[in-house]
């Protein structure tokens, strides 16, 4: 977040950061396969691909963007406080649409991180308002919470690594068009 941070005061667009960050991402994950897993390569087909698809938009891209424009127009911990919303609304849907039983240890342990990391950020000390800053960090919150449980899905029927290759493949595509690199 510190080193983001100082790129975007330095005038960088939080589009233009998040194209670039998730583009180096992609063109790494690439490398490593290349050298380590050949057949992550290969892109999945069929139901695992369109979730591979929606987790490269929501899961990388929208997240990465989210959280960027809201590290660029709040302090940075209340930006982490709203992103790390995310494992409470995990929780939220384990509880409430796949109708699984959520320990009571669980909603504390959630309760006592967010109070913690609240502490760690000091978010009281830089409290200032911004709401569209407020609107991208539940965004990102919810984009995060999207992160883990496409992950998740796809994770379960495919090697990690590919599923994550292939998701910063498909984040870098969308995001070059829409925001491309040689504008950087």
């Given amino acids: 977040a510190g080193v983001s941070r100082v790129a975007l005061r330095a005038g960088v667009d939080p589009a233009a950061l998040t194209t670039l960050r998730v583009t180096g991402t992609a063109v790494v994950l690439v490398v490593v396969a290349a050298l380590f897993r050949r057949d992550a390569l290969r892109p999945p087909g069929g139901r695992l691909g369109l979730l591979v698809v929606v987790h490269g938009l929501v899961g990388v891209a929208a997240l990465q963007w989210t959280y960027f424009v809201a590290i660029d127009r709040l302090p940075v911990g209340m930006a982490l406080l709203l992103e790390y919303q995310a494992p409470i609304l995990v929780a939220l849907w384990a509880r409430f649409v796949q109708r699984e039983q959520v320990s009571s240890r669980l909603w504390v342990g959630l309760a006592l991180a967010v109070v913690g990391l609240a502490a760690a950020t000091d978010v009281w000390g830089d409290a200032t ?24 899905a796809g994770v379960a029927r495919l090697d990690p690594l590919r599923v994550i290759l292939w998701s910063f493949a498909v984040a870098s595509v969308a995001l070059n068009l829409l925001n491309p690199l040689t504008g950087f």
């Fill in 129 to 152: 308002f911004d709401g569209l800053g407020v609107l991208a960090g539940l965004a990102a919150a919810v984009c995060f919470a999207g992160y883990f449980l496409i992950g998740e």
